[in-house]
């Protein structure tokens, strides 16, 4: 009997506890970031990129010619456009870094910011359009937190200097068992490449980091603590040992 409490408990350890190694993503001791000392945040415009997609508006005198220009979004009941149809409503930049308007066809936008591609959306509407008004925006500001929120997953983001504590609170905050000390960023780089940095929500110089603010197509994801799972593990050893203990009872009675 003791030899069969003993192979049980053994099986059923190794099958249900679970470490923080098995857990989290993208493992690697130098991730973490040295954030600078001084006092400046470090905060870069963000620069077009491949399949980001664009609202153009053109405001003028004369509706029907800035019409021809505006695309018109797909709206709800409430007249409200979502963020899909927004998606699909937009000029999108090609692989080549292009986008296209109609008459003033194809102008390259990759490496512009949103201020630089409407002085050149601007400049080449001018020759068609007498004092026209040209509105650009970024409606592809999109990032995902996974890990130890209240609620990941995927969101839309209309304010292009958001930052990382803005983006966690859309997720609904961290959960008591975050990691705070292991925040990990993953970014595009343009050209395929991405990388990833650890970030410490502890420290009180993140906020000079230039990881601070979000760009489009992050991914967050909070790490999980070392003590929390220790606790789930708890758990699992009550479980364990209730079975154990209720085997035991069985067996007994059995006999």
Known sequence: MRNLLYFLLLLLCA?????KKELVYIQNSKLKENVPTDFQTRYSVYKLQPNDVLSVKVLSVDPDMSNMFNIINPTNAFGVSDPGSMYLSGYTVDQEG???LPTVGKLKVTGLTTGQTRELVQQNLDRYITDATVVVKLISFKISVLGEVRNPGYFHIYNEQANLLEGLSMAGGLQQGANRGNIKIIRQKGSGQSEVVLLDLKDPNLVQSQYY?????DVV???PLKTQLK?????V???VLGVISTGALL?????
Not at 231 to 235: A, H, P
Not at 251 to 255: A, Q
């Open 15 to 19: 099958s249900s506890c679970v470490s």
């Open 98 to 100: 292009f986008i296209t």
């Open 213 to 217: 603010y979000l760009m489009p197509n």
């Open 221 to 223: 994801y909070v790490e």
């Open 231 to 235: 606790r789930d593990n708890l758990v």
């Open 237 to 239: 050893w009550n479980a």
């Open 251 to 255: 067996y007994n009675l059995f006999k």
